[in-house]
């Protein structure tokens, strides 16, 4: 009987898990801390095997996780560069290693797209854009001047070079709006909190608004700017991309305006796309995240139903 076959011949028959190594980019913000719990809840569901690196936002650090991964012939890898250069060599070293790699959250500029099975996350230039086009729509009617400090995410990553552009190209055609500081944050509470008092002290009360590319920056900043008894959402327009708790929190506090969501939730996909791959099916080139864009008023109803 089939049983008794199952017996005498169990790895025949015990589908073999799968074990995926992926090398995340740090733990830096509350957005990561959410994408990581969904990886590592995912795979458990999957019952795919994870061997997870934190490489504290160090490419060198992922590059040798991806290589440690191939020395243990796992069967797919995953990836969320930290930054988009530089990982051809390690790439093809996978490729000659017959490892799939699956890139996750943020992208890679290499030329040749056969380095990676699909890349799965957000539209970082639509997030630039979106918050664009809510500022726009905010000052509507208002007199100039507008003037705009940015606090940018990691810098060569893509996030940060594509919500600098996404929102560039939404105000650059508007003469009352001026982007009169633009400095990195790396993506966290602190270095927003630092490089925002350093803002305070070179312009003060000229600043109108603050573009954060993420959450984390922008509530160091409005602790900067209490700090400097000014009132953040109110004296200074914020806006920043993620959507995390945090910031829910402070709109509904009334020290933030809105905020465009990036979904960090990405661990469902990963592990159907590790799936797939190891049955030899072909995905997608391009895996898109749907989000969309929270204001101030619908803060306090969204919160109960916020996942990160
Ligand atoms: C975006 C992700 C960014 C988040 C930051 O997908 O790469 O990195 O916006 C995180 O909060 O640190
Ligand atoms: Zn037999």
């Not at 993506?187 to 984390?216: R, S």
């Not at 020290?255 to 099916?281: H, I, T």
Request: charged share 25%; proline share 4%; net charge neutral.
């Amino acid at each position: 009987t089939l049983v008794a076959a199952a017996i005498a011949h169990p790895s025949a028959f015990a589908q073999k898990k799968i074990v995926l190594g992926f090398a995340q980019v740090g733990a830096e913000s509350a957005w990561r801390t959410a994408n990581t719990e969904s990886i590592k809840s995912a795979a458990k569901d999957a019952g795919i095997e994870l061997k997870f690196s934190d490489a504290q936002q160090k490419q060198e650090n992922q590059i040798k996780a991806i290589r440690s991964f191939i020395a243990q012939k796992v069967d797919v890898i995953g990836l969320s560069p930290v930054v988009e250069s530089g990982w051809d060599t390690v790439l093809q070293e996978a490729k000659a290693a017959h490892i799939p790699v699956i890139l996750t959250d943020r992208a890679v500029d290499s030329k040749d797209t056969s380095l990676y099975v699909t890349f799965m996350g957000s539209d970082f230039i639509e997030e630039g854009k979106r918050a664009g086009r809510w500022l726009e729509e905010f000052e509507k009617g208002k007199p100039g001047p507008i003037n705009i400090v940015e606090l940018q995410g990691t810098v060569g990553s893509a996030p940060a070079i594509d919500r600098k552009k996404g929102f560039a190209d939404v105000i650059g055609g508007d003469p009352r709006m001026k982007i009169i500081r633009s400095q990195t944050g790396d993506f966290t509470l602190a270095k927003g909190k630092e490089v925002m008092e350093a803002f305070l002290k070179a312009e003060g009360k000229n600043i109108n608004v603050l573009y954060a590319h993420n959450d984390d920056m922008a509530l160091g900043a409005i602790q900067a700017i209490e700090e400097a008894g000014l009132k953040p959402g109110v004296d200074i327009t914020i806006i920043s991309i993620d959507g995390t708790k945090g910031a829910f929190e402070a709109m509904a506090a009334g020290k933030q305006n809105v905020v465009v969501e990036c979904n960090p939730l990405l661990g469902p996909q990963l592990m159907s796309a590790a799936k797939d791959v190891v049955a030899g099916k072909t995905l997608p080139k391009r895996i898109l995240t749907n989000e969309t864009v929270y204001t101030q008023s619908q803060a306090v109803a969204a919160l109960p139903s916020r996942k990160y």
